[in-house]
Structures are given as structure tokens and as C-alpha cells.
């Protein structure tokens, strides 16, 4: 389960980020992309993962080292490696791409294979919070609202989630609303709370529409 959960993440993450993120790219890699992400099947997974590691040749771009990490994690067209996926997302989170660091963060906390750790994932999540990743922000302040892999700070979390929140990011709204409605890291105010659970069930969280 953790590991088809780990999964769809990362293709929540690869599937969200449009074609400008590639910046020069050519028609190829386009389509090695598609074909990665399973929209296309004019060619094998294999095919595709030629035309990327090949595209690294030229430059070290951050969406296609992303790509590649999830390709090596999963075996898609190439032997799993997890070693090599790994240092993928991190050099591909140092070159600016924000999910990376997401990516990274979910393989350390969700690993099935024996590999899983917290503290890891917290600062793998931590240094996209840093780049301004809403996915990150969330990422981090779930760990401080947990405790995992760091020390529980209620107050740190909700900097974080409001960060997140004030940029309609839906998870994070409905963090935020719980913590005021508990009084975790903040005052108790259940007239904040309801603001920003149901503003995150307007933006379709189910937690927030269970919540109301």
C-alpha cells in the first residue's frame, strides 16, 4: 500500500508540471515525457529514457533529471535503481525544480523496501519549503504538527501551512483550520476555523468537507 501510495504521488507531481518547465526542449523529449507518464505509446519506456539521460549530455535540466528519478525508482524502460533515482531528485531539487525535494521527501517517508526515514524526509521537504514549494510548506508542517523526524512544534507547523494557505493551497487550508480549531500552535478560534476549512472544501478537499 505504501508503495502505490509513494507512486501516485510522484505522478501527481510529474503529471502536474506543464511543457514550459522544459524551457529549450525539443519534440523528443516531449514525447519521452509523455510516454514515461503512460499518454502515449508511439515508442517503448526504454526509448524514452535514452532521450533524457542523452538530453543530460547536453544539459543538466531539472524537469528531465526529476523525470528520470521516478523512472529509476519505479523500473519504468530501465533496471530500478534507487541509489541513482535518489541522487536524481537531489541534483534536480538543487537546480531549481521545487518538487524534487517533495518527490525525495515522500520516497524517505513512505519507503517500502526497508529505506523509510523521517528525519531524512523532513529535510528533504524542509529545503523545498525553503524554495517556496506550497507542496513543501505542507510537506514540512505535517512533519513539525507530527513530530516525525523532527521535534513537535504546533507553532512552526502553522507558519508553515498559513505560507501554503495564503497561496490556496487546499491541504494546508484544512491544517490550518484544524490547528485553530484545536488550539495547536495558535489561540483557539473556531470563526478562523471554519474560514479556512471551508475554504478548503470549496477547493475540494474531502477532509474539509468531512470536517464541516
Known sequence: MRKNLLKSFLFVALAAAGLSTYGQTNEEMRLAV???????????????VDILEQSLQRKRDAFALNV?????????????????????????????YKLAYHNLGMFYKYASDGKQDFKKAYEAFKKGALTGSESCCYDTGFM????????????AAVDLFRQAADRDHAPSLFMLGLCYRNGYGVERDAERAKFYLERAAKLNNQDAMEEL
Do not use: F, P, R
Not at 509523455?34 to 524514452?48: E, M, Q, R, V, Y
Not at 513530530?147 to 507553532?155: I, K, T
Open 34 to 48: 509523455d510516454i514515461l507518464k503512460g499518454k502515449d505509446t508511439s515508442n517503448s519506456k526504454t526509448w524514452a
Open 68 to 96: 528520470l528519478s521516478i523512472a529509476y525508482l519505479h523500473g519504468l524502460g530501465v533496471e530500478a535503481d534507487t541509489l541513482k533515482a535518489i541522487a536524481y531528485m537531489e541534483e534536480s531539487g538543487a537546480n531549481g
Open 144 to 155: 513539525l504538527y507530527k513530530g516525525l523526524g523532527c521535534q513537535q512544534d504546533y507553532a
